[in-house]
């Protein structure tokens, strides 16, 4: 199993941009699809993002598209989540997953989750 640990989160103004970074441990990061998801205050998690072992395809939430990408370097057992055109409503924890499954990353039930990291968008 890996182990997953993010990085990337901060204060950035609306309209800014962001990269979260999701490492992972263990040999055998690229047997795993991987995927974003937040939570923001009072709100519960939403799937944002999700993409295969090999990086050749990726999945969005329909809110997102357009202004997240997501992809993955294998080699450097590291994941990644662009955040460009920022709004305040993006100011969630965000948390990388991974699954043998991509649908489990996308129904939220994924086999590992990292520990979070926080993105903070002021107006």
């Known amino acids: 199993q890996v182990q997953l640990l993010e990085s990337g989160g901060g204060l950035e103004q609306a309209g800014g941009s962001l990269r979260l970074s999701c490492a992972a441990s263990?040999?055998?990061?690229?047997?795993?699809?991987v995927g974003w998801l937040r939570q923001a205050p009072g709100k519960e998690r939403e799937f944002l993002a999700a993409i295969i072992r090999g990086g050749g395809s990726a999945y969005y939430e329909d809110s997102v598209k357009g202004r997240f990408t997501i992809s993955r370097d294998n080699a450097k057992n590291t994941a990644y989540l662009q955040l460009n055109s920022l709004k305040p409503e993006d100011t969630a924890v965000y948390s990388c997953?991974?699954?043998?499954?991509?649908?489990?990353?996308?129904?939220?039930?994924?086999?590992?989750w990292g520990q979070g990291t926080l993105v903070n968008v002021s107006s």
């Open positions: 263990g040999r055998t990061f690229s047997s795993y699809a």
């Open positions: 997953a991974a699954d043998l499954k991509l649908h489990n990353i996308v129904i939220g039930d994924p086999e590992v």
